[in-house]
């Protein structure tokens, strides 16, 4: 290795002790408790005003927040909860991803249509091999699955 190698080297290494961890492209979705259009709004500026929020997007019907950046989950929920509104992460996954959407603990009547709490429970989630088997002999997507009309 030359002097010129060993400089590359050298600032190589100073280089790579300076850099900062950039933060991840993300997509941040909220719950957030929020009566009317003026509360929508409200919660959408002060989101907006987070540094690397790319885009924010306020659903007060459905009470969610979307914030889509640079931006870590914690500071946009702690800048959502500083609003003095009471605000979450969304709890809630599509009803098509969980396997028992009506067992306790998962359906919730306050969802949003089509959505379902989502939960880490095995059982609940995912279909036994069974249930599974018994799913496939009558799914649209089998070819050879029974068509009872």
């Known amino acids: 290795m030359g002097v010129e190698g060993t400089f590359d080297y050298i600032s190589d290494l100073l ?22 259009e003026g509360c929508g709004n409200r919660i959408k500026n002060v989101l907006s005003g987070l540094k690397g929020a790319k885009s924010v997007d306020v659903d007060w019907k459905n009470q969610k927040a979307t914030v889509y950046g640079f931006v870590d989950a914690k500071k946009v929920l702690k800048k959502a909860q500083s609003t003095g509104k009471k605000a979450e992460p969304w709890p809630y996954v599509p009803y098509e991803l969980i396997a028992h959407p009506y067992a306790a603990g998962i359906y919730d009547k306050k969802a949003p249509s089509n959505y379902v709490r989502g939960s880490d429970e095995p059982g609940v989630a995912t279909l036994n091999p069974v249930e599974e088997q018994y799913s496939l002999m009558f799914s649209d997507d089998n070819p050879h699955a029974c068509s009872i009309m």
Not at 16 to 31: A, E, F, G, I, P
Request: proline share 0%.
């Open 15 to 36: 280089s790579s002790t300076r850099k900062k961890k950039r933060k991840q492209l993300r997509t941040v979705d909220l719950k957030v408790r929020m009566d009317c």
